[in-house]
Nanobody
Framework: QVQLVESGGGLAQAGGSLRLSCAAS????????MAWFRQAPGKEREFVAA????????AEANSVKGRFTISRDNTRNTVYLQMNSLKPEDTAVYYC??????????????????WGQGTQVTVSS
C-alpha cells in the first residue's frame, strides 16, 4: 500500500516562502516520478511540478517557473517543493502524487494513481 504524507503547509505573506515535504512509503522509490498538484476552492486540481528518477528530469507549470523548485532526497524517500515569492493566487491545498507506472514523468492528473491527503497553503496579500 503506497502512502504519501505531506507536511509543511501553512500561512505565508505575499513574497514569502514555504517548503513542502512529502514522505513516501509502501513501495520502492526507485524509478518512479513524484509530483505536486494543487487545488484552489472552486477550481480543478492542477499540475504544479514533477520530478523523475533519480532527479534530473523535471517539469514545472508556467505559473510557478522561477518561483517554485521541486527536488527529491532518495535516501529519505521524500520529495520537496520549495515555494518562493509566493502570491495570493498560490493559495490552495497542495497534494503529493506518484504514478503506478515507473519511468515516466507525467503532468496530467489522470496519470497519477497515488495521492497524499493534502496540505493547505494560504498566502495573504
Amino acid at each position: 500500500q503506497v502512502q504519501l504524507v505531506e507536511s509543511g503547509g501553512g500561512l505565508a505573506q505575499a513574497g514569502g516562502s514555504l517548503r513542502l515535504s512529502c514522505a513516501a512509503s509502501g513501495r520502492t522509490f526507485v524509478g518512479y516520478a513524484m509530483a505536486w498538484f494543487r487545488q484552489a476552492p472552486g477550481k480543478e486540481r492542477e499540475f504544479v511540478a514533477a520530478i523523475g528518477w533519480p532527479g534530473g528530469n523535471f517539469a514545472e507549470a508556467n505559473s510557478v517557473k522561477g518561483r517554485f523548485t521541486i527536488s527529491r532526497d532518495n535516501t529519505r524517500n521524500t520529495v520537496y517543493l520549495q515555494m518562493n515569492s509566493l502570491k495570493p493566487e498560490d493559495t490552495a491545498v497542495y497534494y503529493c502524487a506518484t504514478p503506478r507506472r515507473s519511468g515516466i514523468v507525467p503532468t496530467a492528473t489522470l496519470a497519477y494513481d497515488y495521492w497524499g491527503q493534502g496540505t493547505q497553503v494560504t498566502v495573504s496579500s
